[in-house]
């Protein structure tokens, strides 16, 4: 019997609810508000149980809701449903398709409303792999379907626990995802029936793999200041903070579009939606480059735009790293990028709030911290149960007020990540883009350069040539120590940028002018390895 419960208090988007019989943590109930004589059924998601009572966040607007009104449990954990046919879909936060609910409420999307996230009615080309009697555990292949360029594997479901023996396995043939495709014995000799569709809840992190590998390989992402100076690792993560306007987004983008990966999840979170709307246009146009079909075939996005229900931002980016942990298991390379986690944490800073909790710094939750560095946690490079490897990479965006990286949102990221590329305003006021400034930002991860040829002795130089700026600034104004400034420089000058125009001019100017040069060199340096003017034949790629 389904448990219900009533509503004994709405506060905001968090109701509280006295309920009879059993219920669990993150359990999904729907709060029923009677409007027009129709009842909606809202989706909301327990967040906290006090003896009787449940706390429960409301992902829609709960205008109308009342004392009284009827919760029903539905004995589920908020979860995602996982099989052929997510690639290429646009979801919201609770992985509503979107398309599919435009079209059918138009473009004003009704509350209440829910649909399948995978098409129950398109079939799928399925050829068994798993012979009966073969032993197998969660996470191993029975059988694949092809889903655009990948071959998507149809897996023993990832919440049985223990080994299982295959009973049979149907024949091969264009299946629906809620047709049986096999069945399974477990050690008592109970029988489960398994389709090409499996539910995860979205909290928990997806384990069903032999050993977590250490990040080796870099991604490469196309960008060069990122493959050179701050290298992410495939399986790695790492975060872009950046004030508003300084780049976060487009440095997302064109990284969703080069970088040597697989498959790119992206989780646009609390942002504004004309950003997301870019993504939406421009992806089904654009050609991968290394397929050369569209862009949007190895994509999904998760999109819950600063207009859509705030707390549906947290199911959004756990729907993200969940769909990314499956594709993962198929022995894919997954990128995750989030943008913006920080519209997140604004999302549990207004529900810790709500549950009267004992703020932390700036009022963001105490527990915060963890909650981020589970989310970074659930990257990673794994060797799966058949030896083969998979990673999820995570790339979180930041988007602190005023670009101010002290704050508790970058320093929580900062704390877990592999890599920081934080960028600058003043960079990208001068419309040095990608604006990441080369002084501060750091990388855990090895370059696919040598450390010893590039980026350390780049990195160096830079240091040099900033320190020097003092020296020089001194010298514009005391003309007796120009000699010696110049010899400093000149020899700063011959190291760091044999190749540029800037060293002819260097050669040919007056001394009170090399000062100067020397001076300005800091940037140039910088830009000039990133052009690869600096180093071409180990970037010629
Ligand atoms: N790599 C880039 N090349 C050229 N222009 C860029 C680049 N990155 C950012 N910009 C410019 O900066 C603007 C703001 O970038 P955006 O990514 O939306 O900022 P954020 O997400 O940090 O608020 C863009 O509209 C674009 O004009
Ligand atoms: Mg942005």
């Known amino acids: 019997m389904e448990t219900t419960g009533k509503i004994v208090g709405v506060n905001g988007n968090m109701i509280t609810v006295a309920f009879d019989g059993a219920v669990a943590q993150n359990e999904v109930g729907y709060a029923c508000v009677g409007q027009d004589g129709t009842v909606q059924r809202l989706m909301s998601e327990i967040v906290r149980i006090r003896s009787r009572l449940a706390d429960m966040q409301v992902f829609e607007d709960t205008r109308g809701l009342q004392v009284g009104d009827a919760v029903i449990f539905n004995g589920h954990l908020l979860s995602a449903e996982l099989g052929p046919g997510l690639l290429k879909q646009i979801y919201d936060g609770l992985q509503n398709p979107l398309p599919q609910l435009a079209a059918q409420c138009g473009f004003f999307l009704q509350r209440g409303t829910y649909l399948h996230a995978l098409n129950r009615t398109s079939k799928w080309d399925f050829t068994p792999t798993a012979k009966p009697g073969d032993r197998l555990t969660a996470g191993e292949t029975l059988g694949t379907v092809p889903e655009g360029i990948f071959k998507h594997r149809i897996m023993v479901p990832f919440v049985l ?216 946690e659930r990257a990673g490079l794994v060797r799966l149960k058949d030896g083969t490897t998979g990673s999820v990479t995570i790339g979180g965006t930041v988007s602190p007020a005023g670009g101010n990286f002290d704050e508790p949102v970058t320093q929580a990221t900062l704390k877990v990540v592999g890599a920081f590329h934080g960028l600058s305003r003043a960079r990208s006021d001068a419309r040095r883009f990608p604006a990441i400034d080369p002084l501060e930002r750091w990388s855990k991860y090895k370059s696919i350069i040598e450390q010893e040829r590039v980026p350390k002795r780049a990195i160096e130089e830079l240091r040099s040539a900033e320190s020097l700026k003092p020296l020089a600034d001194l010298g514009m104004r005391n003309p007796i120590k120009l000699d010696e400034i110049g010899r400093i420089c000149e020899s700063a000058v011959r190291q760091v940028c044999a190749q540029h125009p800037l060293h002819e001019q260097y050669l040919e100017t007056s001394r009170a002018n090399r000062a100067r040069i020397a001076s300005e060199l800091s940037g140039p340096v910088y830009d000039l390895a990133v052009s690869g003017n600096y180093f071409p034949e180990s970037l010629a790629a």
């Open 161 to 376: 626990r223990g080994a299982f023996t295959v009973k049979n396995t149907a024949p091969a043939g264009a299946y629906t995802v809620e047709q049986e495709v096999a069945v399974l014995t477990d050690s008592e000799g109970k029988d489960h029936s398994v389709t090409m569709m499996q539910r995860w809840p979205v909290k928990l992190p997806v384990t069903c793999f032999a050993e977590r590998l250490m990040p080796a390989d870099t991604m490469t992402t196309r960008i060069r200041p990122v493959d050179t100076f701050f290298p992410v690792a495939l399986g790695g993560t790492y975060c872009i903070p950046g004030p508003f306007g300084a780049g976060k987004t487009v440095l997302q983008q064109i990284t969703s579009r080069y970088a040597d990966v697989d498959i790119v999840v992206l989780a646009a979170c609390g942002e504004r939606a004309g950003e997301v709307v870019e993504t939406l246009r421009e992806f089904p146009e654009l050609a991968d480059p290394r397929t050369g079909k569209t862009l949007m075939d190895r994509t999904v996005i998760i999109c819950n735009t600063s207009s859509m229900p705030v707390a549906a931002r947290e199911a959004s980016v756990y729907t993200a790293v969940t769909i990314a942990s499956y594709y993962r298991q198929m022995g894919l390379n997954v990128l995750l990028l989030a943008d913006s986690t920080s519209r997140w944490a604004q999302a549990l800073r207004e529900l810790s709030g709500r549950l009267e909790e004992i703020p932390g710094e700036e009022a963001f939750p105490a527990y915060l911290e963890s909650l981020i560095a589970n989310f970074y």
